[in-house]
Structures are given as C-alpha cells and as structure tokens.
C-alpha cells in the first residue's frame, strides 16, 4: 500500500516521542494532509514551533523548520514571514505554549493580522513538563499543581483570537480529522491571521490525572463534547454550555501585517 504521507516526514527522526494513544500525531497529520490539499511545497512552507509535546512536531517534518523557545513561535514565524513574506509559515503551538507563556505573543500576532497560519494543539494541559494546568485546563479538572481540580476558569482560545483581531479562527479535534484538516486549509488558504484550535487527547498527563487514561474514551468524549457550529448555533444558550462548536468561527477579510508594512517601506522612500 503507498504510504503517500511519508515524504513529509523525516525518516530518520522516527519513531516519535509521543505516548501511545496521543492525539499529537493525529493533528500533525491532519497538518500535512492540508498542505498537501493546499498544493504547498516544501521548499516554500516553513514550520515553527515552540516547547512542548505538540511543537515536537515540527523536528519530525521534512519542512524548513524551527523548533523555538518556549512560547515565542509567533514572534520567530513574524520574523520568517517579514523577511519573505513569499513563504507559507504554519505555527505549531500547545495550550500551555500559546495562551501561557506565549499568551501576549498570540493576542499581538493576532492583532497585528500577521499572515500566518497557527494550530493550537489543546489537550488540556502541561504534558511534556509535568501534567501542571494550563490557562486551558477546564474548572474543576485535576492537575499536578491542581491536585483538587482547577479553579480558574478557562480560555476559550478562538473567542480570544477573535477579539484580538484574528481573520479566519477554526476549531475541530483529533476525533474528526477530516473536518480537521479541512479546517486547517481553510486557514491555509486565507491571508491574515489563521487560528485553528484542534481539541486532542493526551492520556497520560490529562487523562491519569482525571481518571480518563483510555485515549480510545478520551476520543469519544472529544466526539461528544463538540458539535458542528450550524446546529450549535440552533441550541438554546444553556444547551451551548454543554458543547464547544466546531467548524469556521470567524472569517473577516482585513489586511496582513508585511502588506501594511509595505505601505511604511514605500514612505520611507523604498528598498534599500
Ligand atoms: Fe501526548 Fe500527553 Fe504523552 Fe505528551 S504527555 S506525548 S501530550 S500523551
């Protein structure tokens, strides 16, 4: 059987890191399936990515890729994509990365509607450095800093995304990857600030702490916890509660950052 999907990756980075059962190689896969749908090459599409059990992602694909610091994908993929805004930058992103340490770097990417395309991979909480919650960890979900569940409340990254100024903002999960990857070139396609959220299972950090280490269950509660946005838009605002939508959330059209810059180039008198 041809394995089409194998030259985006690097062979000899594999195996992966990733638990059994975690939904990280789900989403990265639904990445390359959208860019291969997109039609992106890649000698043109760079990968950043930041700290954590997602942003390993990039180091096992055949991309120009960086792996960053830990919540400064956005400003590194700014830097790629003003240097050449030619090039297709995807930033791959965790919960913790993008909304905690990052959490300013995301609100002002958005802002500033740089043309980058981020996938946030949420899974609920810190997994590579140790099962802590995230600032997406749900109210009352355990932690290893929250041993008696969380009391604070959780983002809802796309509303975020969309207050700060994002242009095309997305959710879907690990369980409907089609829908995902549609999702995901959606994204692609427009310019300006993509945000896609991709709900996923992490059994082991998550799910041991919340009595939930079945990734199989785990996807089943992903599957039952969403809802296409078009009925959800149907329910009445306490049945909402029960459910996040999925599907495109936001879809604006306004102009990206390196076109805005040009605009400054040409006052100041051009290239050098
Ligand atoms: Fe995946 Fe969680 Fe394991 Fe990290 S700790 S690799 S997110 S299952």
Not at 60 to 86: E, S
Not at 158 to 177: N, P
Not at 233 to 254: H, M, S, T
Request: hydrophobic share 40%.
């Amino acid at each position: 059987m041809e394995r089409s999907f194998e030259k985006y990756f690097r062979q000899n980075r594999l195996p992966h890191m990733w638990c059994p059962g975690c939904g990280n190689g789900i989403v990265t896969k639904a990445v390359i399936m959208a860019i291969e749908k997109a039609g992106f090459s890649q000698d043109n599409t760079v990968i950043v990515s930041g700290i954590g059990c997602s942003s390993r992602a990039s180091g096992y694909m055949d991309f120009d890729t960086l792996h960053t610091a830990h919540g400064r994908a956005i400003p590194f993929a700014t830097g790629v994509k003003m240097a050449n805004p030619d090039l297709n930058v995807i930033v791959l992103t965790g919960d913790g990365d993008c909304t905690a340490i990052g959490g300013n770097h995301f609100i002002h990417g958005c802002r500033r509607n740089v043309d980058l395309t981020v996938v946030l991979f949420n899974n609920n909480i810190y997994g590579m450095t140790g099962g802590q919650a995230s600032p997406m960890t749900p109210t009352g979900k355990k932690a290893t800093t929250a041993p008696y569940g969380a009391i604070d409340r959780p983002f809802d990254a796309c509303k975020l995304a969309e207050a700060a100024g994002a242009t095309y903002v997305a959710r879907s999960t690990a369980f409907h990857v089609q829908h995902l990857a549609d999702m995901i070139k959606g994204g692609l396609d427009s310019h300006g600030f993509s945000f896609i959220e991709a709900m996923c299972q992490c059994p082991t950090a998550f799910g041991r702490n919340n009595k939930m280490a079945d990734p199989a269950k785990m996807m089943m509660a992903l599957r039952d916890g969403v809802m296409m946005k078009a009925a959800w838009d149907k329910l009445p605002a306490e049945k909402q509660a029960e459910r996040f939508p999925i599907g495109v959330l936001c879809q604006k059209e306004y102009i990206d950052y390196a076109k805005a810059y040009d605009t400054v180039i040409e006052k100041a008198g051009g290239r050098a």
